[in-house]
């Protein structure tokens, strides 16, 4: 695809592609151009790079804020007292945000022959806790992406774009895990504090990484 060579001049800033590794034999023989995968970096830093309307703030997402009511600083120290001895074990799989800061997502993008008249399906390859990714399969939902909202001028970019803003804004009205849509609506502050927990514990730079290299076949075991 033309888009791919594209994205190599000039590389989205919060995506990693399957190939970009050189160092990994494995990422680039598994990459097919037909089937494209990546991690997504979400990082308060990176808000400024485009309107919040594109990509969403990261500094106003629950995955990248320990959650800061006196009921939930429990949680959070005991979280925090987790990652800080499990940095000590292995420093390539501590949980980078346990005070907040960058989480990371891996994806799996299959496009169709008849892409971009049809949208690619896309699958969330990390455990996530999301009201719009189905935990047991990593589907989304997303009008956009997934829906009527589809357009053949949607490219790469914007599909990047958009995952991002999937990560920092839920949507509780249209879920795929009805429990955790109803917590978000119903009791934010525990949604929040769940959310944080998650991204401590699942969404490590290494497991991002250790997912995407595993593709959707890893998908049945959340």
Known sequence: MKERSNLAKEPIPYIF??????????????????EWRFVLTLDPAQDSLDSPDEIGRASDSAY?????????????SAVTRRA????????????????????????????????????????VLSNSYHPNVKTTTGEICDDLLTGEGWSPTINIRKICAR????????????????????????????????????????????????AMKIGNKGTAKK
Not at 17 to 34: H, K, P, S, Y
Not at 64 to 76: D, E, Q, R
């Open 17 to 34: 592609f399957l190939d970009d590794d050189d160092d990994d034999e494995a990422m680039t023989d598994a990459a097919g151009i037909n």
């Open 84 to 123: 800080n001895k499990s940095s000590k074990k292995s420093s390539n799989d501590s949980p980078t945000n346990a005070n907040g800061g960058p989480t990371f997502f891996a994806f799996q993008l299959d496009f169709p022959v008849n892409y971009p008249f049809k949208a690619p399906k896309i699958t």
């Open 163 to 210: 995952l991002r803003k999937f990560l920092c804004d839920p949507d509780p009205d249209h879920p795929l895990e009805s429990e955790i849509a109803r917590c978000l609506v119903e009791k934010p502050g525990d949604y929040a504090e769940k959310a944080f927990k998650h991204a401590v514990e699942q969404h490590t730079k290494k497991k991002a990484f250790d």
């Open 64 to 76: 990248c804020n320990p959650p800061s009511s006196k009921k939930s600083g429990g949680i959070v």
